[in-house]
């Protein structure tokens, strides 16, 4: 009888030591997985887009700090992300000057995200890597409602007084504010351009559908605005990388091309009231 439970007390001091040291070695893993995970993101190198639409719903700034947005190139970011492991791709907002200037110093470390070959007079595509289209967007001419003009080209504004953002470019429009027949108050956002309207400040703005959706369905500002049906232009979204940044366009450029056939992307998108009947 002695000898039996000896063995018991035994076999169970066993037991226990073995529980023991299963549960320390499981904790052990549990913390090493996660060290391993931040290890095997620290070797990637970090690849930087930068946004300077500062604007819903395509850069949305969280408590107004930079380094942390949401909207639909933060949803892109993640999605390139997941669909490659060579680089760790983030996000940052940089002012169109300050990346113009990095641009023509041969200095940018990244690429520019949501942009057209258009916009930086490179039509012919060949002084920077131009990636393919990963949305496309269509910008409206709004006015309020009891607007006395209707709005089907250019010349149609003609003498009226425009509020648009600070040094962007409007095809047409651009031209005839540059000949002085128009006149335009350069704000620093949409929304600031759409209550100017709304107030009757301007007679018209123009603005992306997407952006005037977001906030005519978010009630920022208030019924008393129209869009007209004919859109001022149509174009894709794309990226444009320095040739610096070859190793990185050869890399992400064949995501960015499949991307408006990933189903993944395209229901994304659809959440920001995306139009797919903008697609050639």
């Not at 999605?79 to 169109?96: A, E, G, H, M």
């Not at 006015?143 to 953002?165: C, E, H, Q, S, V």
């Amino acid at each position: 009888m002695i000898w039996v439970s000896e063995r018991r007390q035994s076999l169970n001091y066993r037991q226990h030591w073995l529980g023991h040291f299963c549960t320390r070695l499981l904790a052990m893993v549990t913390l090493l997985l996660p060290l391993q995970s931040l290890a095997a993101t620290a070797e990637k190198p970090v690849f930087t887009l930068y946004a300077y639409h500062d604007k819903p719903p395509y850069f949305v700034p969280e408590s107004s700090k930079y380094n942390s947005a949401e909207g639909i190139y933060a949803a892109f970011v993640r999605l390139i992300n997941d669909r490659q492991s060579t680089y760790l791709v983030q996000l940052r907002f940089k002012p169109r000057v300050r990346l113009e200037d990095k641009l023509n110093m041969g200095a940018l470390e990244g690429a520019i995200i949501g942009v057209n070959p258009l916009w930086f007079k490179d039509g012919n595509e060949l002084r920077f890597l131009w990636s393919g289209a990963f949305m496309w967007d269509k910008d409206i001419v709004v006015a309020r409602n009891d607007a006395t003009f209707t709005y089907t080209k250019a010349d149609d504004l003609i003498g009226k007084k425009l509020a648009l953002p600070r040094g962007l470019y409007f095809f047409g429009v651009s031209q005839l504010a540059a000949a002085g027949k128009l006149t335009v108050f350069e704000t620093n956002s949409d929304l600031q351009n759409l209550q100017m309207v709304s107030l009757g400040r301007a007679d018209a703005t123009i603005t992306s559908v997407l952006t005037y959706e977001y906030f005519t369905k978010s009630h920022t500002t208030n019924h008393a605005l129209q869009a007209f049906d004919i859109p001022h232009d149509k174009y894709a979204r794309r990226m444009l990388f320095p040739k610096s940044q070859q190793a990185a366009f050869e890399v992400l450029a064949p995501i960015i091309e499949a991307s408006l056939r990933d189903p993944v992307w395209l229901a994304t998108l659809a959440t920001y009231h995306y139009q797919t009947s903008l697609h050639p």
